[in-house]
């Protein structure tokens, strides 16, 4: 590691608990809603994920910032290493955080670039067992605090509107392909863009409160974002009304939870939620397994989904469920992720399974 000055500063749960560590990103106080992730690689991607809008990541992976932070290259519109523009986590925990790193694309450390886009983090915390305390009491506000003087109260970023803080403020397109795929922005990861674009497509991607039914469009599709899906109450309603048309839909995460809502499901909050890279899901019906990557703090009811429609994938730790379809109409939605970077991409046939429906309903 460098050497530099880390000054001190901590971590402050709503119980009084204060865990002391060292600063290492933007030096300010931040408040957020405290979720771990046990991915072993991927901070680019996670951090750059607008579904952890507002909250305090804890890495539990002992060693952070290896590897540094790549360049910004775009391709197709997109920045090639990162799932958005920027960074939309509120603060970040880590073990062990090494500002010397080495990597063939990198071009700065992870201390510098949370520093450029004013993110503060601490490292020298025990996540592993703040990740136990999470696990045992749940998701909790919580707050990283620099100095007595840089103080500030405790939010929960779930009673905001994040969908509307992330999503597009202006139609954009991508690709010019035979396939109109139009995506509602809850959030969305560039990497289900790239997936999408690996067809013969054409992709219309609106604001996640924008009348698609007035599109020309052979096929929908609802992303992921962060926060309470019943905030959405607009998209929801779209999505009723496209559900009584023949069109194509798939949803991944909350859009999973906003198609099921439509259909007249209904979702509940996690106590910890889902957020590490190797979750087991089961194809319902089949012994078929999958590992996959998941990142959502909220889930459907089982029991709540509807006549003519059914649960297609189960998680196999906790039995919650991962996903809905229609029994007679393309429907269809996981609540994990099929475009996970970075990985595993045991899931990513089910772009096929889009592509091939759109193709066969126009048919």
């Known amino acids: 590691m460098k050497d530099r000055a880390y000054p001190p500063a901590k971590l402050v749960l709503p119980d009084g608990t204060q865990i002391h560590g060292k600063s290492f990103g933007y030096p300010s106080s931040t408040s957020g809603e405290l979720v ?138 991508y690709g010019n392909g035979n396939i109109k795929i139009a995506l509602v922005d809850c959030g969305v990861k560039n990497n289900i863009i790239r997936s999408l674009l690996q067809f013969d497509t054409k992709i219309i991607r609106v604001p996640w409160d924008y009348d698609f039914r007035k599109l020309d469009f052979d096929g929908l599709f609802i992303s992921n974002g962060p926060g309470n899906p019943e905030k959405c109450e607009t998209t929801i309603e779209h999505l009723r009304s496209a559900l009584e048309n023949e069109k194509p839909i798939f949803g991944i995460c909350l859009g999973h939870q906003l198609l099921s809502l439509a259909a007249g499901a209904k979702t509940y909050k996690l106590k910890f939620g889902h957020r590490s890279h190797n979750q087991p899901v089961l194809l319902d019906g089949t012994q078929k397994a999958y590992l996959t990557s998941q990142n959502h703090g909220y889930a459907v009811s089982e029991a709540s989904i509807p006549q003519k429609w059914e649960s297609w994938f189960t998680n196999l730790n906790d039995h919650t469920n991962e996903g809905i379809r229609h029994q007679t109409k393309p429907f269809f939605s996981t609540q994990f992720h099929p475009e996970a970077s970075s990985g595993p991409t045991d899931t990513s046939f089910l772009f096929n399974t889009f592509i091939q429906t759109i193709e066969q309903c126009k048919k």
């Open 36 to 173: 771990f992730n046990t991915a072993m690689t991927g901070y680019p991607e996670s951090l750059t994920d607008p579904s952890y809008k507002g909250q305090i990541l804890v890495l539990t992976y002992p060693s952070i910032g290896n590897y540094g932070v790549p360049a910004d290259i775009k391709a197709d519109k997109l920045l090639r290493y990162f799932e958005s523009e920027h960074i939309h986590i509120s603060g970040l925990i880590i073990a062990d955080y090494s500002e010397d790193y080495n990597h063939w694309n990198a071009v700065k450390s992870l201390g510098e670039w949370l520093r450029e886009e004013k993110i503060p983090a601490l490292f020298g915390i025990d996540t592993r067992s703040l990740t136990k305390l999470i696990r045992e009491k749940g998701t909790t506000p919580a707050k990283i605090v620099h100095s007595s003087i840089d103080d500030i109260s405790f939010e929960d970023p779930n009673d905001r509107n994040l969908v509307d803080e992330v999503s597009t403020k202006e139609v954009v397109e």
